[in-house]
């Protein structure tokens, strides 16, 4: 399996990764939809942009979130009652 170090590295790279998706989209969006003649016509550019920006911003801000920002478990230490502490109070 591979180690924390690793995964890390390949999280990194993805989230590089994603960044370049999200520039693509950028470009789909306010360059290519400002063509006057594209082959497939304005809409489906303006909206192929805007979903390739929104699902790389979603995966880029959830995985900075569990990279970075991982909740620590509470260890809190187990109270158990003793049978024989009601039968001293009556």
């Known amino acids: 399996m591979s180690s924390r170090r690793e995964r890390r590295k390949i999280k990194l790279l993805l989230i590089f990764i994603s960044c370049i998706v999200f520039g693509i989209g950028y470009i789909f969006l306010n360059v290519v939809s400002r063509i006057f003649e594209v082959p497939l016509g304005i809409t489906f550019h ?45």
Request: hydrophobic fraction near 30%; proline fraction near 0%; include cysteine.
């Open 46 to 90: 303006v909206i192929l942009g805007c979903s390739l920006m929104a699902i790389s911003g979603i995966y880029i801000g959830y995985t900075i979130k569990q990279l970075y920002f991982t909740k620590k478990r509470k260890r809190t230490k187990r109270v158990y009652l003793d049978d024989n502490s009601n039968e001293k109070s009556e």
